[in-house]
């Protein structure tokens, strides 16, 4: 044997040892250059802030593209809508364009095809109620807020950006949450997955109940196309992404603390302990808040993106670190075939020939 490929007997990150293919199958490390990419897309670094591969984990490589366009696409039209004036046609899109491509997601993977009506209710249904709830009371508490331009004051900053935010961060993570007793929902991806429907639920549905009063009286826009281009990509576009990657991050890290095997619960540090997460969760929501009152409408959507990346950032190290550990807990089990490079790999942890988490792949969940 040469050195060479003694080197390839064992992985150079876990030591375990390799059978077949240039991925080690426990941990996804590619043997030979030691490297290893996001653990549920693995031709990405994990910090890497890709909008589709962290909201939608369980898709395979070549399904990302369809959602990548229709994002895309999508604020495309929701910036045509408040340049051509059709802002409540355009509040409308704003409010369904990315819970639309969540629901879609989960419907794709078809994940939790033998028990969907709890986890549909405990996310979907409850984010819609939730975010319809915080919209009205939105409106009664800072009426002002919900009409254009804001008029920054001390009030509205206190109440309408930081304490609406912790109310919107509970109420949003509260339906995902009472799925974390259940022993069906183990995994990590379970809470990540869970948290990123029903916040993205919470957003749109939010939008159009504290948006309603706009359309109360007959519609008049008080404010210039340049600002509802403005607010209709920050709602439709960035407010959604916050809170998906938010509550995402902060569901996943909770999932790690309470579901994972014990050895594994303090992987994330200080991120990981619920009432750390909760805060972090909390300051991103507040700050997009804070940036929409106090700033001109475009650094406000600026800032979002800031914010959107540094959540997005977050969910895709809890995903990662999530099937990295799990993947020590199983045995090896026959053969099956990788749904994203559709090879032969052994069913444990990682596939063999690309390095994706298994378990970050429809097929082989359902075959699990
Ligand atoms: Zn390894
Ligand atoms: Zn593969």
Known sequence: MTPTSLEFDSCPECGSAISVGTHCIRCGTETQSASRGFAASPTEPTYLPSVASTLFPQLPRS????????????????????????????????????????????????????????????????????????????????????????????????????????????????????????????????????????????????????????FAEGFRPVADADVWIFRLLQQGIATPLLFAGAIGGLAGSAWLRYRAPARDRHRLGALGHPLVAFVVAGLLVAAARVAVIELTPWQALLVSIVL????????????????????????????????????????????????VALKALPKARAAA
């Open 308 to 355: 959107v990346t540094a959540a997005l950032l977050w969910l895709r190290l809890v995903i990662h670190v999530g099937l990295v550990e799990e993947s020590f807990e199983g045995n090896e089990g026959p053969s099956v075939v990788c749904a994203n490079c559709g090879n032969d790999t052994p069913s444990y942890g990682f596939c063999a020939h690309c390095g």
């Open 63 to 214: 399904s990302l593209w369809p959602f990548r366009f229709a994002l895309v696409g999508g604020a495309a039209v929701l910036a045509g809508l408040g340049a051509a004036g059709l802002f409540p046609l355009g509040l409308m899109a704003a409010a369904v364009l990315v819970p639309l491509l969540v629901v879609l997601y989960v419907y794709a993977v078809d994940v939790y095809e033998d028990e969907p009506l709890r986890v549909l209710a405990l996310t979907v249904a409850w984010g819609i109620l939730a975010g319809v709830g915080f919209g009205i009371l939105e409106r009664a508490v800072a009426p002002d807020a919900t009409a254009l331009p804001f008029t920054s004051t001390t009030w509205l900053v206190t109440v309408e950006g930081v304490l609406l935010a912790a109310v919107a961060v509970v109420l949003a993570a509260a339906g995902p949450f009472a799925l974390l007793p259940y022993e069906r929902f183990n995994d990590v991806l379970d809470g990540a997955t869970f948290g990123v429907t029903s916040a993205a639920a919470f957003a749109g549905s939010s939008v159009i109940a504290s948006s309603s009063g706009l």
